[in-house]
């Protein structure tokens, strides 16, 4: 349970720095409660079921490796906010930032917490969303967003490369339970999917991990507030891929693919990354160059393979986000105190800043792995792994040579942070004199640079054990047997470290110097610029398709569809498989024949007046009431009063948009389009025409019986076509209304702050009636009201059991009030009916969504189950109380709001303004 | 009958289809209109034609009309009139803005 309690608290709203910093601290603390018990071997887990159709749980899992990254992501957090918290200006929005803040926290917990792939997967697309929104936290700069944008572009894509390894990985081990997974490393290894699955979840841990040649999103994503990049840059969103690596070390590590890939991978970033730092001038893009090189060599290691590479790999994990973090901050404070970030620039800051010097000195000297720092162990435990490598050929040979190779860098950009910053020189055209950062944007620093001395130091009292755990978690095994000391004697390690300081510090006095750094001229990013033509040629080819697709406007669009729908449809036409059926028909009734007839003439009829826009409506009109008819002569009562009020409203709906728009339309020149629509309407009405005969002279075999025969013991009701609707369909029949709904929205807003003109004649010059109200309608109305509303309210209360129910009483009951409207005008209605219909229909999806809930949580039944009983009322007769009644009066509610808004907000929109009122 | 219902249904739809296709956006709503009733009509003719089967459940009826493609009409025919109205609306909000009441800016090139 505790895990998920911690990540409920991290999102709370109205964050303060101190309630990020409480929800961290208390998170920490609930961590550190289950240490004995992690250090222990224990795997604590919580789980519960979230789809478990997917495969999806809300699984938690707390073993070694989890425990060391959570540790580092709160430890480091608890500090970034409290640093956060003074080197953000005033004016920044703080809430917002700690909220973004404390996001990310808790979707990087989720990831190194989840014991589900597909959650963690989740987690992970999190964590890319949130950098995404801290990187661009000064969003009013260009560089900002767009090292936003390309974080999120190329996490986000690895992300997908992600999901579908993990897809496969769930598909090849049976499971997406991490446990299970952890479990089949062999089976997957052997399997045929081995490849494409290493392939896809290195896609996601390398760009997200910032290992060439994705590593040109991290420089970019610098234009985050240094906070930012001391947490997510450092400790956190890079260290995610890492993770992923050592997560599913038992499962993908050990065959050669992994181990070329990684070791390639991470020699190639290292080197390249360290390369890179040396002639960076900004001090971030050196850090963030430096990280680069420092997670390809944790990649190196992983990759391998063996247990003590693990083991050094951690370790390294341990190490790097302790004093980048620090560093990182430490640039902070020289960027606050200076104004500025170019190293060409800040020069001699040791006068100023002798104490801020000493720590960052400290921290650098454990980037570059001088002893008694913790770097140097870690870099020790590499070089030795480097010389015992016992795979690869000619690695063999290569590895060491890489390894002090980029050992020399590393120590040459560690050298110059220092050198070039608080040495060399005076500052130059600074914009204030800097002086020492406050106490509190310090301590934060002299946290991190304490922990890289005491584990420089003390290795075996203060990491062992946690590296212990961690590493037998990681390798699921046993932890293989290592111990860290600072002084091993005299061995190649040790000569390697010695060489790699001495080349160094050789290199970068040569380069400062000899070449003189500050004048080299950057060279360009070539992956960067890469990713951005293929951004810019992407966009292009979409804006061109969407122009060609689009550019005929509505017309060609349906053409398209109907064109397309046709061939569709005509493809079982030309294989043989449009026969007419063999079933007898039924021989044509008059009465039949009539109505048919009469709705054929008015279509064809409305084709042929459609110019004169009045007429039409009308034809059309007759065509919706024979329709209706045809549902009253073939038995269905409740379809014939659904069509009957639902034709009134679209007709009223009709001439109100008669009233905005022209009422004739001028004759269509183009004779080519009239033939070609002319064959387009014969072909596609033909094409339906034959269908539904060949369908109903075929046998017919329907589910309907099951509902039949349930109506009146499951539903506790005889009208099975209601029953159907608010019963055992009921979750379609909420989606259906919540459509309803947001049409009605959708109205509202579109005609939100329009004014449409309003006229006062009709095309030909014909005044109309200024009064607003008819008099006689409006006295009739007034009559008619209370009865129409007490016929709606006896179809509703009956329709249960008989024809009508909620769609029908709210059809009615609209079209009574729109009939008031209409008869006594709508400032008269207002005036009288205060109703806010967005309101009504927002209740009327709440009551049915309430009553659906109620079965879920109050009975423990299915969504939108029903309890049923009667009640017997007089005059109305047997009424049903089924809970599914609430159900209904929620439809009701949400079709009387819907028709209402649509209607009222048309009626107003034409309305002078000084008549309207302000929206309720 | 069969015959006579699917006679109805496919004129509905080749006038729909017609209508749908013109230059005005009044007439689209039209086409809308009756193709909606098409459909409708189409979906209900699914559960096959009954005449005078009793729409309730009663003591010894033995046969009934198809209740579900009855359901799934109601719903659509509320629901088509809510797409109605939402394109009514459309249709005058871009008439509004454009001073125009064509279905597509490139019909003024096709009819020159």
Same mark, same amino acid.
């Given at each position: 349970?505790?895990?998920?309690?911690?990540?409920?608290?991290?999102?709370?709203?109205?964050?303060?720095?101190?309630?990020?910093?409480?929800?961290?601290?208390?998170?920490?603390?609930?961590? +550190?409660?289950?240490?004995?018990?992690?250090?222990?071997?224990?795997?604590?887990?919580?789980?519960?079921?979230?789809?478990?159709?997917?495969?999806?749980?809300? @699984?938690?899992?707390?073993?070694?490796?989890?425990?060391?990254?959570?540790?580092?992501?709160?430890?480091?957090?608890?500090?970034?906010?409290?640093?956060?918290?003074?080197?953000?200006?005033?004016?920044?929005?703080?809430?917002?930032?700690?909220?973004?803040?404390?996001?990310?926290?808790?979707?990087?917990?989720?990831?190194?917490? *989840?014991? !589900?792939?597909?959650?963690?997967?989740?987690?992970?697309?999190?964590? @890319?969303?949130? @950098?995404?929104?801290?990187?661009?936290?000064?969003?009013?700069?260009?560089?900002?967003?767009?090292?936003?944008?390309?974080?999120?572009?190329?996490?986000?894509?690895?992300?997908?490369?992600?999901?579908?390894?993990?897809?496969?990985?769930?598909?090849?081990?049976? *499971?997406?339970?991490?446990?299970?997974?952890?479990?089949?490393?062999?089976?997957?290894?052997?399997?045929?999917?081995?490849?494409?699955?290493?392939?896809?979840?290195?896609?996601?841990?390398?760009?997200?991990?910032?290992?060439?040649?994705?590593?040109?999103?991290?420089?970019?994503?610098?234009?985050?507030? %240094?906070?930012?990049?001391?947490?997510?840059?450092?400790?956190?969103?890079?260290?995610?891929?890492?993770?992923?690596?050592?997560?599913?070390?038992?499962?993908?590590?050990?065959?050669?693919?992994?181990?070329?890939?990684?070791?390639?991978?991470?020699?190639?970033?290292?080197?390249?990354?360290?390369?890179?730092?040396?002639?960076?001038?900004?001090?971030? *893009?050196?850090?963030?160059?430096?990280?680069?090189?420092?997670?390809?060599?944790?990649?190196?290691?992983?990759?391998?393979?063996?247990?003590?590479?693990?083991?050094?790999?951690?370790?390294?994990?341990?190490?790097?986000?302790?004093?980048?973090?620090?560093?990182?901050?430490?640039?902070?404070?020289?960027?606050?105190?200076?104004?500025?970030?170019?190293?060409?620039?800040?020069?001699?800051?040791?006068?100023?800043?002798?104490?801020?010097?000493?720590?960052?000195?400290?921290?650098?000297?454990?980037?570059?792995?001088?002893?008694?720092?913790?770097?140097?162990?870690?870099?020790?435990?590499?070089?030795?792994?480097?010389?015992?490598?016992?795979?690869?050929?000619?690695?063999?040979?290569?590895?060491?040579?890489?390894?002090?190779?980029?050992?020399?860098?590393?120590?040459?950009?560690?050298?110059?942070?220092?050198?070039?910053?608080?040495?060399?020189?005076?500052?130059?055209?600074?914009?204030?004199?800097?002086?020492?950062?406050?106490?509190?944007?310090?301590?934060?620093?002299?946290?991190?640079?304490?922990?890289?001395?005491?584990?420089?130091?003390?290795?075996?009292?203060?990491?062992?054990?946690?590296?212990?755990?961690?590493?037998?978690?990681?390798?699921?095994?046993?932890?293989?047997?290592?111990?860290?000391? +600072?002084?091993?004697?005299?061995?190649?390690?040790?000569?390697?470290?010695?060489?790699?300081?001495?080349?160094?510090?050789?290199?970068?006095?040569?380069?400062?110097?000899?070449?003189?750094?500050? %004048?080299?001229?950057?060279?360009? !990013?070539?992956?960067?610029?890469?990713?951005?033509? %293929?951004?810019?040629?992407? *966009?292009?080819?979409?804006?061109?398709?969407?122009?060609?697709?689009?550019?005929?406007?509505?017309?060609?669009?349906?053409?398209?569809?109907?064109?397309?729908?046709?061939?569709?449809?005509?493809?079982?036409?030309?294989?043989?498989?449009?026969?007419?059926?063999?079933?007898?028909?039924?021989?044509?009734?008059?009465?039949?024949?009539?109505?048919?007839?009469?709705?054929?003439?008015?279509?064809?009829?409305?084709?042929?007046?459609?110019?004169?826009?009045?007429?039409?409506?009308?034809?059309?009109?007759?065509?919706?009431?024979?329709?209706?008819?045809?549902?009253?002569?073939?038995?269905?009562?409740?379809?014939?009063?659904?069509?009957?009020?639902?034709?009134?409203? %679209?007709?009223?709906?009709?001439?109100?948009?008669?009233?905005?728009?022209?009422?004739?339309?001028?004759?269509?020149?183009?004779? !080519?389009?009239?033939?070609?629509?002319?064959?387009?309407?014969? +072909?596609?009405?033909?094409?339906?025409?034959?269908?539904?005969?060949?369908?109903?002279?075929?046998?017919?075999?329907?589910?309907?019986?099951?509902?039949?025969?349930?109506?009146?013991?499951?539903?506790?009701?005889?009208?099975?076509? !209601?029953?159907?609707?608010?019963?055992?369909?009921?979750?379609?029949?909420?989606?259906?209304?919540?459509?309803?709904?947001?049409?009605?929205?959708?109205?509202?807003?579109?005609?939100?702050?329009?004014?449409?003109?309003?006229?006062?004649?009709?095309?030909?010059?014909?005044?109309?009636?200024?009064?607003?109200?008819?008099?006689?309608?409006?006295?009739?109305?007034?009559?008619?009201?209370?009865?129409?509303?007490?016929?709606?309210?006896?179809?509703?209360?009956?329709?249960?059991?008989?024809?009508?129910?909620?769609?029908?009483?709210?059809?009615?009951?609209?079209?009574?009030?729109?009939?008031?409207?209409?008869?006594?005008?709508?400032?008269?209605?207002?005036?009288?009916?205060?109703?806010?219909?967005?309101?009504?229909?927002?209740?009327?999806?709440?009551?049915?969504?309430?009553?659906?809930?109620?079965?879920?949580?109050?009975?423990?039944?299915?969504?939108?189950?029903?309890?049923?009983?009667?009640?017997?009322?007089?005059?109305?007769?047997?009424?049903?109380?089924? @809970?599914?009644?609430?159900?209904?009066?929620?439809?009701?509610?949400?079709?009387?709001?819907?028709?209402?808004?649509?209607?009222?907000?048309?009626?107003?929109?034409?309305?002078?303004?000084?008549?309207?009122?302000?929206?309720? | 009958?069969?015959?006579?219902?699917?006679?109805?249904?496919?004129?509905?739809?080749?006038? #729909?289809?017609?209508?749908?296709?013109?230059?005005?956006?009044?007439?689209? /709503?039209? #086409?809308?209109? /009756?193709?909606?009733?098409?459909?409708?009509?189409?979906?209900?003719?699914? #559960?096959?034609?009954?005449?005078?089967?009793?729409?309730?459940?009663?003591?010894?009826?033995?046969?009934?009309?198809?209740?579900?493609?009855?359901? /799934?009409?109601?719903?659509?025919?509320?629901?088509?009139?809510?797409?109605?109205?939402?394109?009514?609306?459309?249709?005058?909000?871009?008439?509004?803005? /454009?001073?125009?009441?064509?279905?597509?800016?490139?019909?003024?090139?096709?009819?020159?």
């Amino acid at each position: 349970m505790l895990p998920l309690l911690w990540l409920s608290r991290r999102g709370p709203r109205d964050l303060a720095p101190w309630l990020a910093a409480a929800a961290d601290a208390a998170g920490l603390v609930l961590l +550190l409660q289950f240490a004995p018990r992690v250090f222990a071997g224990e795997v604590i887990a919580w789980r519960m079921d979230w789809v478990a159709s997917l495969g999806l749980a809300l @699984s938690f899992r707390l073993d070694g490796l989890a425990f060391l990254f959570a540790l580092l992501i709160l430890l480091i957090g608890l500090l970034v906010i409290l640093y956060a918290r003074y080197y953000l200006s005033e004016e920044s929005r703080l809430d917002r930032f700690f909220f973004l803040l404390m996001l990310f926290t808790g979707a990087m917990l989720g990831i190194v917490l *989840s014991g !589900n792939l597909l959650l963690m997967f989740v987690f992970w697309e999190l964590t @890319s969303i949130s @950098s995404f929104l801290l990187i661009g936290y000064k969003s009013g700069k260009t560089e900002a967003r767009e090292g936003a944008r390309v974080a999120l572009a190329v996490t986000g894509g690895g992300g997908l490369a992600l999901l579908a390894g993990v897809l496969l990985l769930g598909h090849v081990a049976g *499971s997406f339970e991490l446990d299970a997974v952890l479990a089949s490393g062999e089976a997957v290894k052997q399997s045929a999917l081995y490849l494409p699955i290493l392939a896809l979840v290195l896609a996601g841990a390398f760009t997200k991990s910032a290992q060439f040649p994705f590593h040109f999103w991290l420089p970019g994503a610098m234009a985050a507030p %240094t906070p930012v990049s001391a947490y997510l840059h450092s400790a956190t969103m890079v260290k995610a891929g890492v993770f992923l690596l050592a997560r599913l070390y038992p499962v993908l590590a050990g065959p050669d693919a992994w181990f070329f890939t990684l070791t390639a991978v991470g020699v190639v970033t290292l080197t390249f990354g360290a390369y890179q730092a040396i002639f960076r001038h900004d001090l971030k *893009s050196l850090l963030a160059y430096s990280t680069v090189s420092h997670l390809g060599l944790i990649t190196l290691l992983l990759g391998i393979g063996t247990p003590l590479g693990a083991v050094a790999a951690l370790f390294h994990v341990i190490n790097h986000a302790t004093f980048k973090a620090s560093l990182f901050m430490a640039a902070g404070i020289i960027d606050h105190e200076t104004g500025t970030r170019d190293m060409r620039r800040i020069n001699g800051l040791w006068r100023y800043m002798p104490y801020t010097g000493l720590l960052a000195a400290v921290a650098a000297a454990a980037m570059a792995g001088v002893p008694l720092v913790n770097g140097f162990l870690s870099k020790e435990l590499f070089f030795g792994e480097a010389l015992m490598l016992e795979r690869g050929g000619g690695l063999q040979w290569i590895l060491p040579l890489i390894a002090v190779l980029g050992g020399v860098f590393s120590v040459a950009y560690s050298l110059r942070f220092i050198h070039d910053v608080f040495f060399l020189d005076r500052p130059l055209d600074v914009e204030r004199t800097p002086h020492e950062p406050p106490v509190w944007m310090r301590i934060p620093v002299e946290v991190l640079v304490a922990a890289c001395l005491l584990v420089g130091v003390l290795p075996s009292f203060t990491v062992q054990p946690l590296l212990e755990a961690s590493a037998a978690a990681t390798v699921g095994g046993p932890a293989p047997e290592f111990s860290l000391r +600072l002084w091993h004697g005299v061995n190649v390690p040790l000569v390697m470290s010695a060489i790699a300081l001495g080349g160094g510090v050789l290199l970068y006095f040569l380069l400062q110097y000899g070449l003189d750094l500050h %004048t080299h001229v950057q060279s360009r !990013n070539t992956a960067k610029r890469l990713f951005d033509r %293929t951004i810019v040629a992407l *966009s292009t080819a979409a804006a061109r398709l969407t122009q060609r697709a689009y550019a005929g406007g509505l017309t060609s669009g349906v053409l398209a569809l109907i064109l397309a729908a046709s061939f569709a449809g005509l493809f079982p036409f030309l294989r043989g498989k449009g026969a007419i059926g063999s079933l007898a028909t039924a021989p044509v009734e008059p009465m039949a024949l009539v109505v048919f007839a009469l709705m054929c003439v008015s279509a064809l009829g409305s084709v042929f007046v459609h110019r004169q826009r009045l007429i039409a409506v009308i034809v059309v009109s007759v065509v919706g009431l024979t329709v209706a008819l045809a549902f009253v002569y073939f038995s269905a009562p409740d379809l014939a009063l659904t069509q009957i009020s639902v034709e009134v409203v %679209t007709i009223l709906l009709l001439l109100l948009a008669l009233y905005y728009l022209p009422q004739e339309a001028p004759p269509e020149r183009a004779v !080519n389009r009239a033939l070609r629509d002319f064959f387009l309407g014969c +072909l596609a009405g033909g094409g339906v025409g034959w269908l539904t005969w060949a369908m109903l002279t075929r046998p017919h075999d329907s589910i309907s019986g099951y509902f039949i025969a349930n109506s009146v013991p499951q539903g506790g009701g005889t009208n099975v076509v !209601n029953v159907i609707l608010v019963d055992f369909r009921g979750f379609d029949t909420y989606g259906e209304i919540t459509v309803i709904g947001i049409a009605a929205l959708g109205i509202a807003a579109m005609l939100g702050g329009v004014k449409l003109p309003w006229r006062q004649a009709d095309e030909a010059g014909r005044s109309w009636a200024p009064e607003a109200a008819h008099l006689p309608l409006a006295l009739l109305v007034r009559l008619l009201l209370p009865l129409a509303l007490l016929v709606s309210a006896f179809l509703f209360l009956r329709g249960h059991n008989d024809p009508g129910g909620g769609f029908i009483a709210g059809l009615v009951t609209a079209v009574a009030l729109i009939l008031l409207y209409l008869g006594a005008g709508l400032e008269w209605t207002r005036q009288r009916l205060a109703v806010n219909y967005r309101a009504v229909a927002a209740a009327g999806l709440l009551i049915a969504g309430a009553t659906g809930l109620i079965a879920m949580l109050g009975f423990d039944l299915p969504f939108l189950t029903s309890a049923h009983g009667y009640v017997h009322w007089p005059v109305v007769g047997k009424v049903p109380l089924a @809970s599914a009644m609430g159900f209904d009066l929620g439809v009701y509610l949400t079709v009387v709001g819907a028709v209402m808004l649509a209607l009222t907000r048309l009626g107003e929109a034409g309305l002078p303004f000084s008549a309207k009122r302000p929206e309720a | 009958m069969e015959l006579l219902v699917a006679i109805g249904i496919g004129t509905l739809t080749a006038a #729909g289809v017609y209508l749908l296709l013109r230059e005005r956006t009044f007439s689209v /709503l039209l #086409g809308l209109t /009756l193709l909606s009733y098409a459909v409708n009509l189409f979906v209900f003719a699914t #559960g096959r034609l009954q005449v005078g089967a009793a729409p309730r459940i009663q003591p010894g009826v033995e046969t009934y009309a198809d209740p579900l493609a009855q359901a /799934l009409v109601l719903t659509a025919i509320v629901i088509s009139f809510a797409m109605t109205a939402f394109t009514v609306v459309l249709a005058i909000a871009a008439r509004h803005r /454009l001073d125009d009441d064509r279905a597509s800016p490139s019909a003024e090139q096709d009819d020159a």
